[in-house]
């Protein structure tokens, strides 16, 4: 017995000595294999111009229904997309996603794609509704034009989320956020009118997952 | 003692011994159940707590405010006051028995001999082993006055365990008392300079440490809080600061048994080659004793828990036989010598 006694307090000698396994969670996320369904991102051409062309196939695929595309026409001096038409309003209720990936599957210009990030949780149940501006790569974007790809996605730089104070109507609120941020009729090729933000998410530990 | 520095100056020395000692029990019972926390983390490749202060070092004090705040919940049925004093017994008999531990020799100033222990007594050792024997009340009475099956027979197993383990704690520390021929603590740790006592009681020391496991209900021993069996033992019922009293009672235990086996076996504040002298005697004696309470938290992660019978046994029919071996062998060489 005291052999058996002194080989298991050796050997959990032996493990304080080893790196921990754990993650520090929020800081330090493990990276996804490469085809992990996650969260979508809206993918671009090398110059700039955004890849959906407003064409509702992904709404049509999706078997629970929450995509929600507003096309409009593109200004042939200033096009968004090469297309005739663009999607000035692209929602996907998060919710209620059940990332089959058909979405990716049935778009013809594999526009929406499903990214590697998975911290989709959130404390206000509108936020779960990710629009365009949150799921369109910034410019210039990660999957192109030689930059590093993220290895959280395309979407982790775009959050777009805005403190809302509390005690306000939700819905209110999130009209008043959308008006405030989406204007189709200014919309470039550069970003549907907003500011393009800088990746901001922390990265730590070893980055094998890639996103595509 | 009183004639040298006056009664005020004597009654001013006491409070002072005696502020310092309930300031260093409550921290090392909180950082004990920092350092528990992180050992085990580390054993099992985890971080342990990391996110209040650096490296989670303010954890305790969060601990702390945390069981401040709780609802503090009784069963009905309870036996009101018993209850009530339960927790109460575990703290004050922990923080007692701390008050006989010499944590440094005897410094002397003029024509005063200041003992770094709170009371000096010739029966320093007689006193402690009361006062931590006096901790099972605690947890009986707890597991009694709860009114739940879990904590009476937490409190049950408690009590028997104590039984077995009480004799076996008494046997090992003779053999100590006859090599010192004192009960007085520092008069043992003076006996011991040059030559421990854990080198010509090697058997004792671990008979000691072993039985201390089981009287600090420490894993392979945790017998009464069997959290797998019963809950949470004799503490089931209880919340928020009663709570946080059996808690701090078992870290000090933890503290006064390892401070037990350092002044009997490790040569309390000496050090241990004679040129190391320039370093004071209390950093010795807190890094003996860190050494052994690690010790027995790495034994808390590495061993299960022993079956009830099996405690048993092995208090009356492994350790006490060998307590027993032990008095005769260490009484016989004496008696050879000295004839
Ligand atoms: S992944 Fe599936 S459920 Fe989610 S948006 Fe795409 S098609 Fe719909
Ligand atoms: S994402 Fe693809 S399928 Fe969906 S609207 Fe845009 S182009 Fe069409």
């Known amino acids: 017995m005291l052999k058996e006694i002194a080989q298991g307090m050796a050997f959990t000698l032996r493990q304080m000595f080893r790196k921990p396994i754990t993650l520090n969670y929020p800081e330090e996320q493990k990276p996804t294999f490469p085809r992990h369904r996650g969260r979508h991102m809206l993918h671009r051409y090398d110059n700039g111009l955004e890849r959906c062309i407003g064409c509702e196939l992904c709404a049509g695929a999706c078997p629970v229904g929450c995509i929600y595309v507003l096309p409009a026409e593109n200004d042939p001096e200033h096009p968004v997309s090469p297309g005739e038409r663009y999607a000035a309003r692209y929602e996907i209720n998060l919710m209620r996603c059940i990332y089959c990936g058909y979405c990716a599957e049935a778009c013809p210009t594999e526009a929406i794609t499903l990214g590697p990030r998975y911290d989709l949780a959130d404390y206000r149940r509108e936020h779960t509704v990710v629009t365009k501006d949150e799921l369109l790569e910034s410019w210039p974007s990660f999957t192109t034009g030689g930059a590093k790809p993220s290895v959280l996605g395309a979407g982790a730089d775009q959050r777009g989320h805005e403190k809302l104070e509390s005690g306000v109507d939700p819905v209110k609120a999130w009209d008043a956020f959308e008006e405030s941020h989406i204007h189709p009729d200014e919309a470039t090729p550069g970003h549907g009118g907003l500011e393009v933000t800088p990746p901001t998410v922390k990265r730590t530990g070893s980055g094998e997952g890639e996103s595509r | ?339």
């Open chain 2, 1 to 339: 003692m009183v004639g040298a520095i006056g009664f005020w100056g004597w009654v001013g020395i006491v409070v002072l011994k005696a502020v310092i000692i309930l300031i260093f029990v409550a921290t090392a019972a909180a950082y004990m159940s920092y350092a528990e926390r992180k050992v085990s983390a580390r054993i099992q490749l985890r971080h342990g707590p990391n996110r209040v202060g650096p490296l989670g070092l303010l954890q305790p004090l969060a601990d702390v405010v945390k069981l401040f705040f709780k609802e503090n919940t009784a069963p009905k049925g309870r036996e009101r006051f018993l209850f009530l004093l339960a927790p109460s017994i575990a703290g004050a008999v922990a923080i007692f028995a701390f008050a006989a531990i010499p944590v440094n020799g005897p410094t002397t100033i003029g024509s005063f001999t200041l003992h770094w222990d709170l009371i000096h007594v010739n029966v320093g050792l007689l006193f402690i082993l009361a006062m931590t024997s006096l901790g099972v009340y605690s947890i009986f009475l707890g597991g009694y006055a709860a009114n739940s099956k879990y904590s009476l027979l937490g409190g049950l197993r408690s009590a028997a365990q104590l039984i077995s383990y009480e004799m076996a704690v008494a046997f090992a520390i003779m053999g100590v008392i006859i090599l010192s021929g004192s009960l007085d603590m520092e008069q043992i740790v003076t006996k011991q300079t040059g030559l421990w006592f854990i080198f010509l009681q090697p058997l004792a020391f671990f008979l000691y440490f072993i039985a201390g496991l089981a009287e600090g209900n420490r894993l392979p021993f945790d017998l009464p809080e069997a959290e797998s069996e019963l809950g949470a033992g004799y503490h089931t019922e209880y919340s928020s600061m009663k709570f946080a009293f059996y808690f701090l009672a078992e870290y000090i235990n933890m503290v006064i048994i390892c401070s037990i086996a350092t002044t009997l076996f490790l040569g309390g504040w000496l050090p241990p080659f004679a040129f190391l002298s320039f370093i004071p005697g209390v950093i010795w004696y807190l890094v003996k004793i860190s050494l052994l309470l690690f010790t027995m938290i790495w034994i808390r992660f590495t061993l299960p828990r022993f079956r009830y019978d099996r405690l048993m046994n092995f208090g009356w029919k492994v350790l006490l036989p060998l307590g027993l071996m032990n008095i005769v062998v260490t009484g016989v060489v004496i008696a050879l010598r000295a004839a």
